[in-house]
């Protein structure tokens, strides 16, 4: 939880740094020299969360009755500001996730709406382009559901990977996509998907495009909240 460090040699000086580096709360009292004194010079040189008069405390040269509880004292100012900096360090890190969740959601869209386009006005839905585009088109809607809920608002520090809901997403889009036309084909009777009618085509990209996005925000929010389950602490029975 911290450290304090009087006097001390060689190890004392490596803990002492060590603690400075992980942000650990460190009282190392200057009075003695040694190991303490070479600490709390890197102390005053580096981004200290301590105050300056809480510095000048642990450097005083000399020690009475009152050091030690002022010293002591310090050290919950001490950590206070550390923890709003983790704070504020996290803070940016979700942010940091949240833009990028966004632009890969963006990018998904675009190429999804894109592609649309191309499967909607083919005249003759054969061939292997068309059954590329229909079986296709539910695998990239599913990715832009898995990332659309990476954008949203979410309880806890579970840190959330765009590319990772994209992958997610994806596949659930893609299997539902495929467990949809099978369904529609089965129905159809002799009807395969090389005598589609331009009509029953379209449809069929329009539906897989729906299937897919909420297939993709479905198993993604399935994930998500399995994720936090097993993450957290078991209850105390």
């Known amino acids: 939880d911290a450290a304090l460090i009087v006097g001390g040699g060689d190890s004392g000086a490596t803990a002492g740094l060590v603690c400075l580096g992980r942000r650990i709360p460190l009282l190392a009292v200057g009075t003695f020299g040694a190991a303490g004194e070479q600490v709390w010079e890197h102390m005053r040189n580096a981004d200290s969360p301590l105050p300056v008069d809480a510095l000048q405390l642990l450097g005083r040269p000399y020690w009475d009755e009152s050091s030690a509880p002022a ?3 310090s050290l919950k100012d001490q950590q206070d500001a550390l923890d709003r900096e983790r704070e504020e360090v996290q803070a940016a890190r979700r942010i940091k996730l949240h ?5 890969v959601a963006l990018a998904l869209f675009v190429v999804l709406w894109a592609t649309l386009p191309i499967a909607l006005t083919r005249e ?6 068309s059954f590329m585009l229909l079986f296709g088109v539910p695998i990239i809607a599913g990715a832009v559901g898995g990332t659309v809920r990476t954008v949203l608002p979410r309880r806890g520090e579970l840190e959330v990977n765009a590319w990772g809901s994209a992958a997610l997403g994806a596949v659930a889009g893609g299997v539902s996509g495929v467990l949809y036309l099978v369904s529609q084909l089965s129905s159809l009777g002799d009807t395969g998907l090389a005598n589609l009618s331009r009509g029953q085509y379209q449809t069929f990209v329009l539906f897989s495009v729906g299937i897919g996005i909420l297939a993709g925000l479905a198993l993604e929010a399935t994930y998500d909240r399995l994720a936090r389950q097993g993450a957290a602490p078991p209850e105390s029975k």
């Open 71 to 73: 010293i002591v004292a």
């Open 99 to 103: 833009s990028r969740g966004a632009f």
């Open 124 to 129: 003759t839905p054969t061939g292997w382009r």
